[in-house]
C-alpha cells in the first residue's frame, strides 16, 4: 500500500541553525501539505503546495518558513533560523487532486530545537 | 473559518463496552468531516470521513459516525472496545474538494481498561 515517507524521523539542531524537512508524497498525489504538533497540543496546518506554489498558508508560516519540491518525488519544508518554539512533530501528507480531501500523513519529525 | 471542539481529552471504557468520542465542529460552508487516529509515535491514520450523501459513515476498525446538521455534530462509535483501540483521535473539518487544509480538535486520548 502507497505510504507518506519522512526523513529523519528525529531532527536535533542549535538554535539560530537552518533544518530541512523531507517528505515523500504518494506518487500520484499533487497536494501535499505540511502541518505540527507542539508537545501536547493539537495538529495545525502550516501550508498547503499545489502544482509548484503555495495554495495556502496559515500566520505560523511566517517568512523563515519555506517549502520546495525539488524534484518529482520530494517535497521539503525549510525552517531558515530555528527557534525554540519551533520544536514539535511536523507531518507531511498528501492528497488526490479529484476526491474527498482524504490526506495520507507520514510518520513526522520530531525536531528538536536547544 | 471553521473550527472543532472534542469534549473530552480522556475518556476511559472497559474493553467490550461502548465508545462515545464527541466532536463538534463550526463551519460557515458544508463541511467535509475526518476522524483520524494516533498511535503512539505513529503518523495520523484515517478512520472514516463524511463527506457528502449518507450521514453514518463505517470506518475501519469497527468504528463509525454520524454527521448531525442540525447539532453540528460529528460523534465517533464503536459498540465494543478492544485493548488495541487504546489511542488519541482527532476529529478535523475542511471545505469541500480537495486540497483544502484539515482543521483540528485538540485530540481525544482513548484508554481501554480489562
Known amino acids: 500500500e502507497p505510504e507518506v515517507t519522512q526523513t529523519p524521523s528525529h531532527q536535533v539542531t542549535q538554535m539560530g541553525q537552518e533544518v530541512i524537512l523531507r517528505c515523500v508524497p504518494i506518487s500520484n498525489h499533487l497536494y501535499f501539505y505540511w502541518y505540527r504538533q507542539i508537545l501536547g497540543q493539537k495538529v495545525e496546518f502550516l501550508v498547503s503546495f499545489y502544482n509548484n506554489e503555495i495554495s495556502e498558508k496559515s500566520e505560523i508560516f511566517d517568512d523563515q518558513f519555506s517549502v520546495e519540491r525539488p524534484d518529482g518525488s520530494n517535497f521539503t519544508l525549510k525552517i531558515r533560523s530555528t527557534k525554540l518554539e519551533d520544536s514539535a512533530m511536523y507531518f507531511c501528507?498528501?492528497?488526490?487532486?479529484?476526491?474527498?480531501?482524504?490526506?495520507?500523513f507520514g510518520p513526522g519529525t520530531r525536531l528538536t530545537v536547544l | 473559518a471553521q473550527s472543532v471542539t472534542q469534549l473530552g481529552s480522556h475518556v476511559s471504557v472497559s474493553e467490550g463496552a461502548l465508545v462515545l468520542l464527541r466532536c463538534n465542529y463550526s463551519s460557515s460552508v458544508p463541511p467535509y468531516l475526518f476522524w483520524y487516529v494516533q498511535y503512539p509515535n505513529q503518523g495520523l491514520q484515517l478512520l472514516l470521513k463524511?463527506?457528502?450523501?449518507?450521514?453514518l459513515v463505517k470506518g475501519i476498525n469497527g468504528f463509525e459516525a454520524e454527521f448531525k446538521k442540525s447539532e453540528t455534530s460529528f460523534h465517533l462509535t464503536k459498540p465494543s472496545a478492544h485493548m488495541s483501540d487504546a489511542a488519541e483521535y482527532f476529529c478535523?473539518?475542511?471545505?469541500?474538494?480537495?486540497?483544502?487544509?484539515?482543521?483540528f480538535g485538540t485530540g481525544t486520548q482513548l484508554k481501554v481498561e480489562l
Open positions: 478535523a473539518v475542511s471545505r469541500t474538494g480537495g486540497g483544502n487544509k484539515l482543521t
Open positions: 463524511y463527506t457528502t450523501g449518507a450521514t
Open positions: 501528507a498528501s492528497s488526490a487532486v479529484r476526491g474527498t480531501n482524504e490526506q495520507f
